[in-house]
């Protein structure tokens, strides 16, 4: 049986000639959305601003361009791939040459259908490092059996993440009501949906801040906080440190650790019997998440 990737959560940003655009998209299908912009220095101003799961570069017409922007592509953004498309058009090898000078190191042959299914083998691959994933099956072996109503919050919780922003998204993708939501935890003696909530976005900054081309505006920005002084007051809040020592201390593993320590493990008994989305008798059941759920926001796509 042919394992099918999970799609991307984030986009991936191509720099490619208008002809290798088409066979990006079409290669793409059901895994990841792909953003073309004309320049490098487009394609670093995306990754300053937003999530991106990859670049794709061509060869022949980024190996020409290769500068500085190149390179700070590859430097200032390691946990995000960069890979370089051999495409129909030759190349020469100092465009090679100057692809390597700036720090590309991945380079897919996509003159064929074997390359094509290497790039979507390695962009599936990347799928499945994303920190929201390794959050929900740290979680899962942390609880083992619990509830399909426990299960869905932490997977409405964390699946992309960063567009649920408030607890009356985060119950709108449940298809609950956000009292019933807040009420359930409260009688359960767990911390409230909106710590969860919190946790699961610094989560995701914590990813970003791994990046050193990522300022703390920018993490601010790609997380929806008004500023960048809000972000820093949640996380004075949530973790009694500032921004700057959130990001020198806690990196994702060590944020997901802290997750565990004071949402998940403390709290394990209640979770497995959590169900926030009984109905009890005589109430109609609220719609269905499908039913619900409005067209996902995204700021920039």
């Known amino acids: ?102 720090g590309v190191t991945q380079i897919i042959d996509v003159r064929s259908a074997a390359g094509w299914s290497r790039l979507r083998h390695l962009l599936g691959a990347e799928a499945t490092l994303e920190v929201d994933r390794q959050a929900l099956a740290a979680i899962r072996a942390e609880l083992g059996e619990v509830t399909p109503d426990c299960w869905r919050f932490f997977d409405a919780l964390l699946t992309a993440s960063d567009r649920v922003g408030t607890v009356r998204a985060l119950a709108t993708r449940m298809g609950v009501l956000p009292s019933t939501l807040m009420s359930r935890f409260f009688r359960a003696r767990l911390p409230s949906p909106k710590r969860y909530l919190a946790f699961a976005r610094l989560l995701r900054a914590a990813r970003l801040f791994a990046d050193p081309g990522h300022s703390i505006a920018d993490v601010a920005n790609a997380l929806e906080y008004s500023s960048p002084q809000s972000f820093g007051r949640h996380v004075q809040t949530v973790l009694g440190m500032t921004a700057g020592e959130f990001r020198r201390q806690l990196d994702a593993p060590r944020m997901l650790e802290r997750l565990l320590a004071e949402l998940v493990r403390p709290h394990a008994a209640a979770l497995r019997t959590l169900s926030p989305l009984a109905v009890r008798p005589g109430m109609k059941p609220p719609p269905s998440t499908q039913e619900r759920r409005p067209a996902h926001f995204s700021r920039t796509g």
Do not use: W
Request: net charge positive.
């Open 1 to 102: 049986m042919t394992l099918v990737p999970r799609p991307l959560t984030a986009p991936v940003i191509t720099v490619l000639d208008p002809e290798e655009r088409a066979r990006v998209d079409a290669a793409g299908a059901g895994l990841y959305k792909a953003i073309h912009r004309e320049t490098v220095a487009d394609a670093l101003d995306d990754l300053k601003r937003r999530r991106v799961s990859a670049v794709l570069l061509s060869v022949v017409r980024c190996g020409r361009q290769a500068d500085r922007r190149t390179a700070a592509v590859v430097r200032e953004f390691p946990s995000v791939p960069t890979v370089a498309l051999l495409g129909t058009e030759p190349a020469t090898a100092e465009s090679l040459l100057q692809l390597g000078n700036a």
